[in-house]
């Protein structure tokens, strides 16, 4: 018997998996009714399976338009677990029935536009508040920040996803060159990282309502990001692209890759839903 491959696991994070399915209904229904039902208890034990897998989360959702009918997101360290697990999803429900109709691959990582504990004391406590460095008060700011951002690098390194109805993807990137010469990589670091706080401020008045996971495909995949975005409905999603889109970074530098909005569902409603 040969030995499993040694962990390609990342420095720091998890890998993440999007997965896309089209049902082949035809080839579904040439399967008896005990084969149909066996099919989706091998799902069902293979999803619990997956779930039980250490540092391992998996998202279940149907697909609201015909790009797909079911979605998986599967998060983990190992990307040979992510590629085992991906095999056996296509051929859970039977060889041709699930038909793979888009994949993204990309990994949890921590944004460079992070403020650092330096810009944080001089440009909010000093600049802004008016603070005087070194008194207690100055330090007990310093502190907090350092607990907000411990707990935010670890939500953005090692999240754990909530089974929120509503799940939007998106891929997207920054634009390099263009008719009107926006080129993100040609801004100073500076430059990004003030249109990067910008965006941020946006996107902070839909806490609560959004659960958003942006995880970093550059030389994995075919854009820069992978955007997840979790919510209690679709307002909200809406909203908060729409108005994203207005702010500089977006409206002058962002390109976008198609949308797919699902619903995640436990997997016997799920199967009712795609009519299995």
Known sequence: MSEAPAP???????????????????????LSGAEQREAKT????????????PDTQLLIFSIATPKADIGFMLLTPDLHDATYFEKRLTLSLGVDVLAPSYSYLSQTERSE????????GKDTL????????????????????????KHYLKHRMYPVLPDWPAICFYPMSKRRASHDDYNWYSLPFEKRAQLMKGH??????YSG??????SGSTGLDEHEWGVTLLAHDTYQIKSIVYEMRFDE??????????????MQLPLDELFTVVCL
Not at 10 to 30: A, C, R
Not at 129 to 137: D, L, Q, R, Y
Not at 209 to 214: C, W
Not at 249 to 262: H, K, L, N, P, Q
């Open 209 to 214: 309502k959004i659960l958003q996971l942006i």
């Open 249 to 262: 970074v977006s409206a002058r530098y962002a390109e976008f890759g198609d949308f797919y909005i699902g």
């Open 42 to 53: 091998r799902l069902t034990e293979l999803v619990q399976e997956i779930r039980s897998h």
């Open 113 to 120: 536009y992070t403020t650092s504990r330096e810009v944080y």
């Open 200 to 205: 941020a401020k946006t996107g902070r008045k």
């Open 8 to 30: 390609l696991v990342p420095l720091e994070g998890w890998h993440v998996l999007h997965l896309f399915y089209q049902i082949d209904h035809g080839q579904w229904n040439l």
């Open 126 to 149: 000093v600049d802004e508040e008016g603070m005087i460095e070194g008194t207690p008060e100055f330090e007990e700011k310093l502190n907090e920040f350092d607990e907000r951002m």
